[in-house]
């Protein structure tokens, strides 16, 4: 009897997640198209003739922001559904991890802008190219980045650094705001769930849970912890593996002989 009851918990908890999962997903693609539009609208009447008064073009600037953060909890919305439903097929490439820290760091620019906060890489120029799905990483970059301007004061300092650690590259993003909460380190990867219990910090808490899934399906492991002296440290650790050689110049002469 035991054991029924368990496989029927299972059962229950995965038609659940299913139907969750189903729910966000029909959310997510009814919203796009409206705070789509509304982005659109706001830039217009930011440009319209005759200029806006101070006021107003403050108002249209504000409404757009806003769509622009409402678009990006319905893209984290749609992103958990379609990864949890096996939806994401991954485009592995070898690549170089400073052209991924690049553009995320051009992509939320504004965010940490608007922020106060400073950005500081220390990244060795001999590290290796890893394989990875470069759109997906870079928005596991981006949402750790976003987390970081969120959690803490203006004025803080974040720092991207990497090291060959073993057979793994790790990435570690580093900020010198309030940290942790002690023995939360674990449960701010799980879905809906928040740094802070309460917080006026916008957000629903898929952040960080959509980088812990992108990053198993690249087989590597992130984690947070407390950074030395005070903040919050995340590392991502991904495979080395071993890049296919360059082609020797006598096969780069015959690919030229065959293509002319």
Same mark, same amino acid.
């Given at each position: 009897?035991?054991?029924?009851?368990?496989?029927?918990? &299972?059962?229950?908890?995965?038609?659940?997640?299913?139907?969750?999962?189903?729910?966000?997903?029909?959310?997510?693609?009814?919203?796009? %198209?409206?705070? %789509?539009?509304?982005?659109?609208?706001? #830039?217009?009447?930011?440009?319209?003739?005759?200029?806006?008064?101070?006021?107003?073009?403050?108002?249209?600037?504000?409404? @757009?922001? #806003? &769509?622009?953060?409402?678009?990006?909890?319905?893209?984290?919305?749609?992103?958990?559904?379609?990864?949890?439903?096996?939806? +994401? *097929?991954?485009?592995?490439?070898?690549?170089?991890?400073?052209?991924?820290?690049?553009?995320?760091?051009?992509?939320?620019? $504004? +965010?940490?802008?608007?922020?106060?906060?400073? +950005?500081?890489?220390?990244?060795? $120029?001999?590290?290796?190219?890893?394989?990875?799905?470069?759109?997906?990483?870079?928005?596991?970059?981006?949402?750790?980045?976003?987390?970081?301007? @969120?959690?803490?004061? &203006?004025?803080? %300092?974040?720092?991207?650094?990497?090291?060959?650690?073993?057979?793994?590259?790790?990435?570690?993003?580093?900020?010198?705001?309030?940290?942790?909460?002690?023995?939360?380190?674990?449960?701010?990867?799980?879905?809906? %769930?928040?740094?802070?219990?309460?917080?006026?910090?916008?957000?629903?808490?898929?952040?960080?849970?959509?980088?812990?899934?992108?990053?198993?399906?690249?087989?590597?492991?992130?984690?947070?912890?407390?950074?030395?002296? *005070?903040?919050?440290?995340?590392?991502? &650790?991904?495979?080395?593996?071993? $890049?296919?050689?360059?082609?020797?110049?006598?096969?780069?002469?015959?690919? #030229?002989? *065959?293509?002319?």
């Amino acid at each position: 009897m035991h054991y029924i009851e368990v496989a029927q918990t &299972a059962l229950v908890d995965m038609e659940s997640e299913r139907l969750r999962n189903s729910l966000l997903a029909a959310l997510g693609h009814d919203l796009r %198209t409206p705070l %789509t539009l509304l982005v659109g609208l706001s #830039e217009s009447l930011a440009a319209s003739k005759p200029p806006l008064s101070p006021a107003q073009l403050n108002v249209a600037e504000t409404l @757009k922001n #806003e &769509a622009l953060r409402m678009s990006t909890l319905v893209a984290n919305l749609l992103d958990m559904a379609r990864i949890q439903s096996g939806g +994401v *097929h991954l485009q592995l490439e070898w690549q170089s991890i400073e052209e991924a820290v690049g553009s995320a760091l051009r992509a939320n620019g $504004p +965010v940490l802008a608007a922020g106060g906060q400073r +950005v500081r890489t220390d990244l060795p $120029p001999d590290l290796p190219l890893v394989r990875f799905d470069a759109p997906l990483f870079e928005r596991v970059l981006c949402n750790v980045l976003e987390n970081a301007a @969120k959690y803490t004061p &203006a004025g803080s %300092t974040v720092t991207l650094d990497a090291r060959v650690k073993g057979d793994r590259v790790e990435l570690r993003v580093t900020d010198d705001g309030p940290g942790l909460p002690p023995g939360r380190e674990e449960a701010i990867f799980e879905k809906f %769930t928040r740094g802070e219990r309460e917080s006026s910090t916008p957000g629903v808490g898929l952040g960080l849970a959509i980088c812990r899934a992108i990053v198993d399906a690249h087989g590597g492991r992130i984690r947070a912890e407390q950074a030395p002296g *005070h903040g919050a440290r995340i590392v991502i &650790a991904l495979l080395r593996g071993t $890049p296919p050689a360059p082609p020797a110049p006598d096969e780069l002469d015959d690919l #030229e002989d *065959h293509h002319d």
